[in-house]
Nanobody, 129 residues
């Protein structure tokens, strides 16, 4: 059973930055894809970013391209989401997720929350205007 624990959320003013972390229980995530999703009150969960652990390939939602960066540290079994130029509309609970990489799949496969098997509990990000 993979356990994921997010941290780093908080309250920040518009234009500010936060870095979220997702620490994983697995000894290695070789062969996995790690994703970040977010859900604002009254809205559906939406894809933010994903990274293929082994290759380092990254995927982003259009709404965060150029502002957010996903990365991983294999030595710490941790995935990060660096969020810059934050906007009030970025306010949401951010959750990380994991699943094994599916060979032959396209990047769009990893933008769907239902394709992920393991989830963290989420961390709140609030951006004030």
């Amino acid at each position: 059973q993979v356990q994921l624990v997010e941290s780093g959320g908080g309250l920040v003013q518009a234009g500010g930055s936060l870095r979220l972390s997702c620490a994983a229980s697995e000894r290695t995530f070789t062969g996995y894809v790690m994703g970040w999703f977010r859900q604002a009150p009254g809205k559906e969960r939406e894809f933010v970013a994903a990274i293929r652990w082994s290759a380092g390939s990254t995927y982003y939602a259009d709404s965060v391209k150029g502002r957010f960066t996903i990365s991983r540290d294999p030595a710490k079994n941790t995935v990060y989401l660096q969020m810059n130029s934050l906007k009030p509309e970025d306010t949401a609970v951010y959750s990380c997720a994991a699943r094994t990489y599916v060979y032959g799949s396209g990047s769009s496969y990893y933008t769907e929350a239902l394709h992920y098997d393991y989830w963290g509990q989420g961390t709140q990000v609030t951006v004030s205007s």
